[in-house]
């Protein structure tokens, strides 16, 4: 073949992946979720160790639900992309955009004053987890996947920190400690696309470059479980949405109810 054709052939190619590209097309997701009834009072935690350090700057509560009660916004709830067809496949993956192919090597956590920052995070498999620890006293963080992924327990020296990896696609968030302090804990979403988010201290969230159609989307917090979900069958739980070829689908309000 001449290196006339070959370039053509190059080109030709080229076009193609970029007309199926363009024509998958994408749109941005967003919501809040809201607590249905009035806010409930946080409760402090029993710190019973390190407290010069630990109380340094105030209580520290449980914070297994955290809501606004200016807009009844519920934070960290984990929100993710999944099969519109089986919500238990964790190994699906939707087209991702171009821009979302490569994703930063690491996500941080760290625990600064005897709590973990952020309390709940999602990953894509792939990327390391860096556990920091800029406070002046030791932690550890103890993460025992279920099911496959890490297993581990370092010792994380003050103004130290720790690599965790091996983090494998999961259809239930994993939790993590600290076995020094036993009131911190917090979770992580593993998944195999980047297609997640976390709600923010008014309860919203929002996933751009998602790609157009039909998905299911999964609203999970700690205190409650599925956020989403029908009682009568467990197994189908969820939302299930359509995003729309450039334009943002704004879900409204989608309420949580603790019963």
Same mark, same amino acid.
């Given at each position: 073949?001449?290196?006339?054709?070959?370039?053509?052939?190059?080109?030709?190619? *080229?076009?193609?992946? *970029?007309?199926?590209?363009?024509?998958?097309?994408?749109?941005?997701?967003?919501?809040?979720?809201?607590?249905?009834?009035?806010?409930?009072?946080?409760?402090?935690?029993?710190?019973? !160790?390190?407290? *010069?350090?630990?109380?340094? !700057?105030?209580?520290?509560?449980?914070?297994?639900?955290?809501?606004? @009660? !200016?807009?009844?916004?519920?934070?960290?709830?984990?929100?993710?992309? *999944?099969?519109?067809?089986?919500?238990?496949?964790?190994?699906?993956?939707?087209?991702?955009? @171009?821009?979302?192919?490569? $994703?930063?090597?690491?996500?941080?956590?760290?625990? $600064?004053?005897?709590?973990?920052? @952020?309390?709940? %995070?999602?990953?894509?498999?792939?990327?390391?987890?860096?556990?920091?620890?800029?406070?002046?006293?030791?932690?550890?963080?103890?993460?025992?996947?279920?099911?496959?992924? #890490?297993?581990?327990? $370092?010792?994380?020296?003050?103004?130290?920190?720790?690599?965790?990896?091996?983090?494998? #696609?999961?259809?239930? @968030?994993?939790?993590?400690?600290?076995?020094?302090?036993?009131?911190?804990?917090?979770?992580?979403?593993?998944?195999?696309? $980047?297609?997640?988010?976390?709600?923010?201290?008014?309860?919203?969230?929002?996933?751009?470059?998602?790609?157009?159609?039909?998905?299911?989307?999964?609203?999970?917090?700690?205190?409650?479980?599925?956020?989403?979900?029908?009682?009568?069958? #467990?197994?189908?739980?969820?939302?299930?949405?359509?995003?729309?070829?450039?334009?943002?689908?704004?879900?409204?309000? %989608?309420?949580?109810? !603790?019963?």
């Amino acid at each position: 073949m001449s290196l006339t054709r070959s370039t053509a052939l190059v080109v030709c190619l *080229a076009g193609l992946l *970029a007309s199926s590209a363009s024509a998958q097309g994408w749109g941005t997701v967003k919501g809040q979720v809201v607590f249905a009834g009035k806010a409930p009072e946080r409760e402090k935690a029993n710190v019973d !160790k390190d407290t *010069a350090h630990c109380l340094s !700057k105030g209580d520290i509560y449980k914070d297994e639900l955290v809501v606004n @009660p !200016k807009n009844n916004g519920v934070r960290w709830v984990l929100v993710w992309l *999944a099969d519109p067809k089986d919500a238990r496949n964790a190994k699906f993956v939707p087209p991702i955009h @171009p821009s979302l192919k490569d $994703p930063p090597k690491t996500v941080e956590i760290d625990q $600064p004053c005897c709590v973990f920052e @952020p309390r709940v %995070i999602g990953l894509q498999v792939g990327q390391k987890l860096v556990v920091k620890n800029s406070a002046p006293i030791p932690h550890n963080f103890k993460i025992d996947s279920i099911g496959g992924g #890490p297993v581990q327990n $370092p010792l994380i020296p003050a103004k130290g920190q720790a690599v965790v990896d091996g983090f494998l #696609p999961k259809a239930l @968030p994993t939790m993590y400690t600290c076995s020094i302090h036993g009131w911190m804990k917090g979770w992580i979403g593993s998944f195999p696309h $980047p297609y997640f988010a976390v709600t923010n201290e008014n309860g919203e969230f929002e996933i751009k470059n998602a790609p157009a159609g039909t998905f299911r989307l999964m609203l999970w917090q700690e205190a409650v479980g599925w956020v989403v979900r029908d009682p009568k069958n #467990p197994i189908n739980r969820g939302k299930i949405i359509t995003i729309k070829n450039g334009e943002t689908t704004d879900l409204g309000k %989608i309420t949580l109810t !603790k019963d």
